[in-house]
């Protein structure tokens, strides 16, 4: 048979089969006790797309019902079980989502987080490493809020003043008072009568890329005078005329592009309680070291030179992180009620001037003393840390054991003889090295929990 036969007959075939399902009714023909059915043209040009479509979108729901159900028990493992988990008031999981959001939105919306914390922070340990993982994934530059006299150098940021400016705070030893509490966000201030220039070098090498340039410079101030900023080969007035007030104001530039170096002159009389060297969007975070601080002493401060700090900037998140100076010190169930107490009462505080931030507090790491000739945890350290996080959690805020994620009793000592060391031999404050590690430990954690949030708010 010629192939133009067998491919005549074939297509006479299809046309019969066809007219078939066109001219026999839809319910099909009696015969007898049965009934002769055929599909019709549409069903038999598409096969398979009434009924199987059905039991495949059954059973491919199926199939993502299970991987969320599995999301959500491996979240709520880590909830649960794992050392490094963030213990959440009332277990809220949507508790960090305001956080979380505020970071989908850093490119319109620019959003600060503030680390408050003890020496474990000088030289901008620690928050070096986070606002690195912060601004690399949602944008940013620039270390963000700096005291106009740095007492302790950072590896991040060079800074001088010309002439000399005392540095005051509301913390450590009785002679850095400044004779009043108007401290403002930082816990601390300077004085200008007359003029001063602040000089300002990014220096983050290539482990921190987007601290070293920035494009927004701020001064948080109380008083009069003038304020200009000098940076990439312009001058920008940030106010040619202060009259003075009783309280915390903030004055801007907005530069034409990034830079790594300003200068700021200052004239008048003034309080100067922060220069904040920041992005043009994204995250900015402030380091913000207080060496021999327990952190209760935020409501001794004056209102008016801390309050509106956090109402006209975007607070995201602020981090304290505090206790280690205190542990040595608590040595019973009432001192460690005590100190806990205190500590309510400065997380209280924050939620009232920071209404839409949240709050996380970082427990003490583990610390270790000479017991008996050896080096090991110190004894009340574990009831301290239940105590903090019990109060923590019962006034609305988040609470991350650094000491768990250590790895518990004894971890100090480890850290201590790892090689390369990541902790000091006073078997309290971590090397570089070892504060690296810590914040990665948490960034991480806080990535799992963001995450997790998008993956709630795609169900939705």
């Not at 999981?93 to 600060?112: C, I, M, Q, S």
């Not at 003490?364 to 004894?379: C, E, K, N, V």
Request: glycine share 8%.
């Amino acid at each position: 048979m010629n192939v133009w036969k067998t491919v005549l007959f074939i297509f006479c075939v299809l046309c019969g089969l066809a007219l078939i399902c066109v001219v026999l009714p839809k319910g099909g023909i009696k015969i007898g006790n049965s009934t002769l059915e055929w599909p019709s043209l549409k069903e038999s040009l598409t096969p398979g797309t009434t009924e199987s479509t059905a039991d495949v979108d059954e059973a491919l729901q199926a199939r993502i019902n299970a991987l969320r159900d599995a999301k959500q028990k491996e979240f709520d493992e880590f909830c649960s079980e794992n050392p490094a988990r963030i213990y959440l008031p009332d277990n809220d999981t949507t508790y960090l989502d305001a956080f979380f959001e505020a970071l989908d939105n850093a490119g319109k919306k620019p959003v600060r987080i503030l680390h408050y914390g003890d020496s474990q922070l000088e030289c901008d340990r620690m928050t070096a490493d986070l606002r690195e993982h912060f601004q690399s994934k949602f944008g940013g530059g620039g270390v963000g809020m700096v005291p106009a006299v740095q007492p302790i150098a950072t590896y991040t940021l060079g800074q001088s003043v010309s002439p000399a400016l005392r540095h005051y705070c509301a913390y450590g030893s009785p002679e850095f008072r400044a004779g009043h509490w108007r401290y403002g966000p930082m816990a601390s201030m300077s004085r200008v009568d007359g003029s001063a220039s602040f000089s300002f070098t990014a220096r983050g090498d290539d482990k921190f890329p987007h601290c070293q340039e920035f494009q927004k410079v701020s001064v948080a101030i109380k008083g009069s005078g003038a304020l200009s900023v000098r940076a990439a080969d312009s001058t920008y007035q940030l106010a040619s005329k202060i009259e003075a007030d009783s309280a915390l104001r903030i004055f801007t530039a907005t530069l034409k592009r990034p830079t790594n170096r300003a200068t700021l002159t200052v004239s008048g009389n003034m309080d100067i309680y922060g220069i904040m060297l920041d992005g043009k969007s994204g995250v900015a975070m402030d380091n913000i070291p207080m060496r021999g601080c327990s952190g209760i002493m935020f409501t001794s401060i004056d209102r008016k030179s801390f309050a509106p700090f956090f109402k006209q900037q975007n607070i995201g998140l602020i981090i304290l992180q505090y206790g280690g100076n205190s542990v040595p010190y608590l040595k019973g169930p009432q001192s460690i009620s005590t100190y806990t107490d205190q500590v309510r009462k400065q997380i209280a505080l924050f939620r009232t001037v920071a209404p839409k931030a949240r709050i996380l507090f970082i427990g003490p790491s583990d610390m270790a003393t000479s017991i008996g000739g050896r080096m090991q945890t110190y004894p009340h350290l574990s009831e301290v840390i239940d105590s903090l996080r019990t109060a923590v959690n019962g006034e609305g805020a988040a609470y991350w054991d650094m000491q768990g994620a250590m790895g518990g009793n004894g971890s100090m000592v480890q850290w201590v003889k790892a090689r390369p060391a990541l902790a000091g031999t006073d078997y309290i404050h971590f090397t570089p090295r070892g504060a690296e590690q810590i914040s990665q430990i948490l960034y991480d954690t806080f990535l799992l929990y963001y995450k997790f949030y998008c993956f709630r708010k795609n169900e939705s």
